[in-house]
């Protein structure tokens, strides 16, 4: 990942109301297999995180937050569903965002597997990445 160099990200969720636009560094995608996030993604999360200073929002009016516990939510389009984000508010310079809505090309390489313990039984792990148990502290 490159911090050195201003980047500007753009995505959007399925039906185009909710648009984001994100300056600053990207980081490479985690795909997190904990059940909530196989829940919110249909499969598993597989997410960028930026810094919260970082991502500014075109259009917001349909993005709503799911609170999963006190500090976890999700955002989603209230529209059209797509998965949007995922913030912890113990971790508040912290954003993570799916990797599926940022417009191509991204630039971005999958580099991790977490929650592996409880990722879905129909599908492989892919061999070439490293995996954790539970969560990182600092991804
Ligand atoms: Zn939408
Ligand atoms: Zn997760």
Request: proline share 5%; glycine share 8%.
């Amino acid at each position: 990942m490159s911090t050195d160099e201003e980047v500007t990200h753009t995505g959007s969720c399925m039906c185009g109301e909710v648009r984001y636009r994100i300056t600053g560094p990207l980081r490479e995608v985690v795909n997190c297999h904990c059940e909530p996030c196989r829940q919110f993604t249909g499969h598993y999360l597989a997410a960028t995180a930026v810094s919260t200073k970082d991502i500014s929002f075109e259009k917001q009016e349909t993005l709503t937050w799911y609170h999963r516990t006190p500090t976890v939510r999700y955002g989603f389009c209230s529209q059209c569903g797509s998965s949007l984000f995922w913030h912890d508010a113990t971790r508040e310079n912290f954003f993570a965002v799916p990797a599926g809505c940022l417009d191509q090309p991204t630039g971005l390489s999958t580099v991790l597997n977490i929650y592996i313990e409880t990722a879905g039984d129909y599908y492989a792990l892919d061999p070439s990445l490293p995996c954790e148990t539970g969560d990182i502290t600092n991804w």
